[in-house]
T-cell receptor
Framework: DAKTTQPNSMESNEEEPVHLPCNHS???????IHWYRQLPSQGPEYVIH???SNVNNRMASLAIAEDRKSSTLILHRATLRDAAVYYC????????????FGQGTTLQVKP | DTGVSQDPRHKITKRGQNVTFRCDPI?????LYWYRQTLGQGPEFLTY????????KSRLLSDRFSAERPKGSFSTLEIQRTEQGDSAMYLC????????????FGPGTRLTVT
């Protein structure tokens, strides 16, 4: 799986939008972009994924650059419960199944 | 269905002892994964099963580590002759066998080797 680059940490104020960037310049045409997050003392949880088009779900939105070399996870209104480590992961379209986690971005949300 | 469960949640053992962890996946999920996470790092893949077949093992999974999923339901991860470097959080996840293979994680078992 190709490598991703994320900032180590970010801060946000409660109820403001948060944009978490991810660079993946070596992405291949069959790589899906997945985001997981890990709240303190919990296992990771799935947030969202996409291939080429922007995606929305109840948790977040995923904006994918036209060249697919970067993407942004958007939390529309951060809450204190969104404080977590956010992982951007590339997974190819084959059947391997495994996730390769990087260091992720630690998001702090200030009241 | 309450999600993926793991037992025990915490385990303290002395170096050289054997330990075994259990994971119960979401019932309709045929894929089961094991990961290891040390402090400040992202989880590292160890191995995964599709039904009872172990399809991939990381080179991180030394000879002292063995995982089983005998009936394609729960899984066990055994570590023999534990070392201090084995101290970590051991995470289990499960998924359906169809794309996007969204994985659901359990709370983990924290192992401390003294």
């Amino acid at each position: 799986d190709a490598k991703t680059t994320q900032p180590n940490s970010m801060e946000s104020n409660e109820e403001e939008p948060v944009h978490l960037p991810c660079n993946h310049s070596t992405i291949s045409g069959t790589d899906y972009i997945h985001w997981y997050r890990q709240l303190p003392s919990q296992g990771p949880e799935y947030v969202i994924h996409g291939l080429t088009s922007n995606v929305n779900n109840r948790m977040a939105s995923l904006a994918i650059a036209e060249d697919r070399k970067s993407s942004t996870l958007i939390l529309h209104r951060a809450t204190l419960r969104d404080a977590a480590v956010y992982y951007c992961i590339l997974r190819d379209g084959s059947n391997t199944g495994k996730l390769i986690f990087g260091q992720g971005t630690t998001l702090q949300v200030k009241p | 269905d309450t999600g993926v469960s793991q037992d025990p949640r915490h385990k303290i053992t002395k170096r050289g002892q054997n330990v075994t962890f259990r994971c119960d996946p979401i019932s309709e999920h045929n894929r089961l994964y094991w990961y290891r996470q040390t402090l400040g790092q992202g989880p590292e893949f160890l191995t995964y099963f599709q039904n009872e077949a172990q399809l991939e093992k990381s080179r991180l999974l030394s000879d002292r580590f063995s995982a089983e999923r005998p009936k394609g339901s729960f899984s066990t991860l055994e570590i023999q002759r534990t070392e201090q470097g084995d101290s970590a959080m051991y995470l289990c996840a499960s998924s359906q066998g169809i794309p996007p293979y969204e994985q659901y994680f359990g709370p983990g078992t924290r192992l401390t080797v003294t």
